[in-house]
């Protein structure tokens, strides 16, 4: 606790680990290739999501429209993260080749 407040500071929580080059060779290591994929999975599913939610909300079924509103918000700004990353990958690609050795 501080003792000058009387509340507690929260503990920041570490970074993920990221396998290093040099790791074993017996431990697996994630590349940027296997993130890439990985985010377009998890935007794909938030999508997917979103799609059942609405589909649920225009069928009549038993859903909280904020729920439905939350999820498609959610997948929305998912989706534009991700194009955002790419339109940045694109123009490092595109610097990158311009660049004269």
Do not use: H, W
């Amino acid at each position: 606790m501080n003792p000058v407040q009387g509340f507690s500071i929260p503990a920041v929580p570490s970074p993920p680990a990221v396998p290093r080059a040099d790791a074993a060779a017996g431990a697996p290591q994630t590349t940027f290739k296997d993130l890439l994929l990985d985010g377009i999975q998890q935007v794909n599913s938030m999508q997917q999501q979103a799609d059942v939610a609405v589909q649920q909300l225009m069928t009549g079924e038993e859903v909280d429209p904020a729920v439905v509103l939350t999820t498609i918000q959610k997948a929305d700004m998912s989706f534009r993260m991700m194009t955002q990353i790419r339109n940045k990958l694109v123009a490092a690609y595109q610097e990158v080749k311009e660049m004269r050795i």
